[in-house]
């Protein structure tokens, strides 16, 4: 499989955080149903802790058992001291075993494309394959949000597009303490629906996958659906995962139904026959009561896959009928 490819089919229904400074947590999380674990050198990570949490995230990313999980680290943003260090060891470190760096805070295409040209610099140094290695770009600002359609398109590594709530919510003095929910005073609509949809239409447009940020109510596992349930519903791929009871809660809300995943499947195994020769060699077709075309046939290819990548088998199966 190519890096392109390899990178388009990455589930990521559940991105679960992971202190880069704990032992203890780092190991834990590789025995839990999360899509993507993120071992984290930024927020989670205390700055006298930084240093040596660098080591213990590459220790950890080389000892293995991340099997079937997309392994990233989230490292410093280009306005602390400590990016070009998390970056250089990290990769040189451990880049065989890793998947993506996350950049936390970007305001511009620059701090992106400054990020790829130096691990291009270290995958060729260390002789690893250039290109591999992927990058999330996390918004977290005004600014970022103004300029999200070129960050988008700043580099081939970019793989995902994140919605960081909290310091978002700081940034534009939002008059809320809790993250994810609605301010006091907004009573009609979505606070974030501008947020969720420029970040989603800028994904979509440069083909990457859209994120939304985490739910600090780690408790209230139903506050997590809701909230998870909006951007679901506007297509985004997944969700931060702070703890690991929003684990299932994530997997399932980014997930197909059962029953629409195999409809979807089903307009696509009924749309090739008919569009064939056996099938008439027909543009539209009926499926049960349903008319299907090719704008059929594009909508199922999304919750298809939505539901391959998370490992559904079908239980229907549509059959051509009967001359």
């Given at each position: 499989?190519?890096?392109?490819?390899?990178?388009k089919?990455?589930p990521r229904?559940?991105c679960?955080?992971?202190?880069?400074s704990?032992?203890k947590?780092?190991?834990?999380?590789r025995?839990l149903?999360?899509d993507?674990?993120f071992?984290d050198l930024?927020d989670?990570?205390?700055?006298l802790?930084?240093?040596?949490?660098?080591k213990?995230i590459v220790?950890?990313?080389?000892?293995g058992?991340?099997d079937?999980?997309?392994r990233?680290?989230r490292?410093?943003?280009?306005t602390?001291?400590?990016?070009?260090?998390d970056?250089?060891?990290v990769?040189?470190?451990?880049?065989?075993n890793?998947?993506c760096?996350?950049?936390?805070?970007v305001?511009?295409a620059e701090?992106?494309i400054?990020?790829?040209?130096l691990?291009?610099?270290i995958e060729?140094?260390?002789?690893?394959e250039?290109g591999?290695?992927?990058?999330?770009?996390q918004?977290?600002n005004?600014l970022g949000l103004t300029n999200?359609?070129a960050i988008a398109?700043?580099s081939p590594?970019?793989e995902?597009?994140?919605?960081?709530p909290?310091?978002?919510?700081?940034?534009?003095n939002?008059?809320?303490?809790?993250?994810g929910e609605q301010p006091?005073?907004?009573?009609v609509?979505?606070?974030?629906h501008?947020i969720?949809m420029?970040?989603l239409?800028?994904?979509?447009a440069y083909?990457?996958?859209a994120?939304?940020?985490p739910y600090?109510?780690?408790?209230?596992?139903?506050?997590f659906?809701r909230?998870?349930?909006?951007?679901?519903a506007?297509?985004?791929?997944?969700k931060?995962v702070?703890h690991?009871?929003?684990?299932?809660?994530?997997n399932?809300?980014?997930?197909?139904g059962?029953s629409?995943?195999?409809?979807?499947?089903?307009i696509?195994d009924?749309?090739?026959?008919?569009t064939?020769?056996?099938?008439?060699?027909?543009?539209a077709?009926?499926?049960?009561d349903?008319?299907?075309?090719?704008?059929?046939?594009k909508?199922?290819?999304?919750i298809?896959?939505?539901?391959r990548a998370?490992?559904?088998?079908?239980?229907d199966?549509?059959s051509p009928?009967?001359s």
């Amino acid at each position: 499989m190519s890096t392109v490819s390899a990178r388009k089919t990455r589930p990521r229904r559940s991105c679960l955080a992971v202190p880069g400074s704990s032992q203890k947590m780092i190991d834990k999380a590789r025995g839990l149903n999360a899509d993507q674990v993120f071992l984290d050198l930024e927020d989670a990570c205390a700055p006298l802790a930084k240093p040596d949490a660098r080591k213990t995230i590459v220790a950890a990313l080389n000892e293995g058992g991340w099997d079937g999980k997309t392994r990233v680290v989230r490292v410093n943003d280009w306005t602390t001291e400590w990016t070009y260090r998390d970056v250089t060891e990290v990769v040189e470190g451990a880049g065989a075993n890793l998947d993506c760096l996350m950049l936390p805070k970007v305001q511009t295409a620059e701090q992106v494309i400054a990020l790829d040209l130096l691990i291009t610099q270290i995958e060729k140094t260390m002789g690893y394959e250039v290109g591999k290695i992927g990058i999330e770009a996390q918004i977290e600002n005004a600014l970022g949000l103004t300029n999200v359609n070129a960050i988008a398109a700043a580099s081939p590594r970019v793989e995902t597009i994140i919605f960081g709530p909290a310091d978002f919510m700081a940034s534009i003095n939002m008059k809320s303490l809790v993250v994810g929910e609605q301010p006091p005073g907004y009573d009609v609509g979505d606070a974030y629906h501008h947020i969720l949809m420029s970040i989603l239409m800028a994904a979509r447009a440069y083909d990457k996958q859209a994120i939304d940020g985490p739910y600090l109510q780690i408790k209230d596992v139903d506050g997590f659906r809701r909230v998870a349930g909006r951007s679901a519903a506007l297509g985004f791929d997944g969700k931060w995962v702070l703890h690991p009871g929003q684990l299932d809660a994530a997997n399932e809300t980014f997930s197909p139904g059962q029953s629409d995943y195999d409809h979807a499947e089903n307009i696509l195994d009924a749309y090739d026959w008919y569009t064939s020769e056996a099938g008439g060699k027909r543009g539209a077709a009926m499926l049960g009561d349903e008319m299907i075309d090719e704008a059929s046939r594009k909508m199922a290819l999304v919750i298809s896959g939505k539901g391959r990548a998370a490992g559904m088998q079908r239980n229907d199966k549509w059959s051509p009928p009967e001359s």
